[in-house]
């Protein structure tokens, strides 16, 4: 990753001519792509051509982009957005000539601002012009008072052409500021991700950049990717970003994305993702609600330059915390949603099949930090948990900011370790039942689950657990297996003293190997 963006020049032909960011005009007709939907006029259109576009942007004045008549949008709630429906009829390709139709999402309560959207064929791009015609809404929706221009909030694709469902089932979202997401291996949406972060969990407000301007090419075969470009804009940063995404088993998305600082930025966070963890196993509160767990992803996976293989229980803080895992040219990190079964959930909305999103750098990312940010919440409605890379150094205006990576949307991590996995963290009081339980002591359960655990069942490895604890004491820690499974756990106490939260970390060794991935944990005393 280049953290300093020496700027490509423009293809200089007498085919492509720039000036100020804008593409000449050309007389393109786009039939396939087109029927039943007004387009603007065509523009030769390059990804260098945008990546100019984004850096002669961050030199300018910011100008935010366009919120069509605010007293009616803000009367669009949830309720009135969710009668308002895309008319499949007019998707982008509905006819052809690509295998993934789109259609389009309307502006409203929580997306007010119109994004622009075009249709790329044989390098030209023509804008795709807001109709009312295009969506059904009642009567008597207020969304009827806005006008001809006004826009859309997003897009998603539908599935293949091919399905005779495609009309109803969709895969991919991209909706809200630079937020998108799409369907894991088992066919549900859960957690997001994000184009990048501005000062998130910093003293002052932050700042959520748009995607202003869209641009979707097709793919006619199955083996071939849709091709999505974006623009980006904020106050503090423009962007550039080039989105190759496959539907495989679940999504596979290529990401190229240049960004370009107009001001400094406290906290840089590339390759951003975000999700919801309230409650799981470890740490409810009775009472709180009926349901035996409530997340979409439970744990932070990081496979490290070192090769080493990090899980971090996600725990529902009591106040903002951030976390920071240095590393120096990351494999790869994720936020994962392991515990698959519906038992542990009981609830109709599919928790136990929300996406794991796992982040593969596809160039060397350099020094710097994978970090957690975990905010409070009582409710699933709040997305409160936030994970990244923050390259090392000052992210200062002026810097210019190209990486490569890969999102897998999967049902799990798509390089599996060799070493076994954590698949559950138990929390309670100290001691021995039957006896008097000492207070202030805690004792922790990690249960771990793999095939390299498969030699314990013997007598030829001798495996121990391996504890450390940034404060307080850590005693009577062994390994068990667990009762009418083929896990194994690692146990002990603790006994924390002060009050700052103790990090926590442990694996089980065999013969002097690791057996399993790395445990972290942030203990603090009392209630989680």
């Not at 370790?417 to 805690?442: E, M």
């Not at 450390?468 to 756990?489: D, L």
């Amino acid at each position: 990753m280049n953290q300093k963006l020496s700027r490509r020049g423009f293809l200089k032909s007498a085919s492509l001519v720039s000036l100020g960011g804008t593409l000449f005009n050309v007389a393109r007709a786009v039939p396939a792509a087109s029927e039943g939907l007004r387009l603007g006029p065509g523009q030769l259109f390059s990804f260098e051509a945008l990546i100019e576009r984004a850096a002669a942007m961050a030199k300018a004045p910011y100008e935010s982009p366009p919120k069509p008549l605010p007293k009616v949008v803000q009367q669009i709630d949830y309720d009135a957005w969710g009668n308002i429906r895309y008319r499949p009829d007019y998707a982008l390709f509905a006819n052809g000539p690509s295998l993934y139709p789109a259609t389009f999402f309307h502006v409203g309560q929580f997306f007010q601002k119109s994004v622009k959207m075009h249709v790329l064929e044989h390098g030209v791009a023509r804008e795709i012009l807001y109709r009312p015609k295009y969506f059904s809404m009642p009567k008597d929706s207020i969304a009827r008072k806005l006008p001809e221009d006004t826009g859309f909030a997003g897009f998603r694709l539908q599935e293949s052409r091919k399905r005779k469902d495609w009309r109803t089932q969709d895969w991919i979202a991209f909706l809200g500021a630079s937020y998108f997401r799409a369907i894991g291996a088992l066919g549900q949406y859960g957690l997001s991700a994000r184009g990048v972060i501005v000062d998130s969990a910093e003293p002052t407000p932050e700042e959520f950049p748009d995607f202003t301007e869209f641009f979707i090419e097709g793919a006619r075969k199955e083996d071939q990717p849709v091709s999505v470009y974006a623009l980006l804009n904020s106050p503090s940063l423009t962007g550039a970003y080039h989105f190759s995404i496959r539907r495989t088993e679940g999504v596979i998305q290529d990401v190229e994305v240049v960004l370009f600082l107009r001001k400094d930025i406290t906290r840089l966070g590339l390759a951003p993702l975000t999700s919801m963890y309230w409650f799981s196993e470890k740490e409810k509160r009775q009472r709180e609600d009926w349901r035996p767990e409530v997340h979409d992803s439970d744990g932070l996976a990081i496979w490290n330059g070192n090769g080493e293989r990090l899980w971090r229980p996600l725990i529902n803080q009591p106040f903002a915390v951030t976390s920071s895992f240095a590393d120096k040219g990351p494999k790869g990190f994720g936020l994962m949603q392991r515990d698959r079964v519906y038992e542990n959930y009981l609830d109709g909305v599919n928790y136990e099949r929300r996406p794991s999103l796992w982040v593969e750098p596809l160039d060397d990312w350099g020094p710097g930090a994978v970090q957690l940010v975990e905010l409070p919440t009582d409710d699933e409605i709040h997305d409160n948990i936030v994970a990244y890379w923050r390259p090392d150094g000052p992210a200062r205006a002026g810097n210019s900011y190209r990486l490569r990576y890969r999102l897998h949307w999967l049902g799990d991590e798509p390089h599996p370790a060799q070493v076994a996995r954590c698949v559950a963290t138990r929390i309670g009081r100290g001691g021995q039942p039957g006896k008097p339980r000492p207070k202030g002591v805690y004792k922790i359960c990690v249960e771990f689950a793999g095939s390299a655990l498969d030699p314990l069942w013997g007598d030829s490895v001798k495996a121990e657990p391996v504890v450390s604890a940034s404060g307080g004491t850590v005693s009577g820690a062994f390994i068990e297996p667990v009762p009418g499974t083929r896990r194994w756990r690692a146990i002990f106490d603790l006994v924390p003293t002060g009050s700052d939260p103790v990090e926590l970390r442990l694996y089980i060794r065999g013969n002097g190997d690791a057996l399993t991935e790395t445990w972290l944990y942030q203990f603090r005393a009392g209630p989680a």
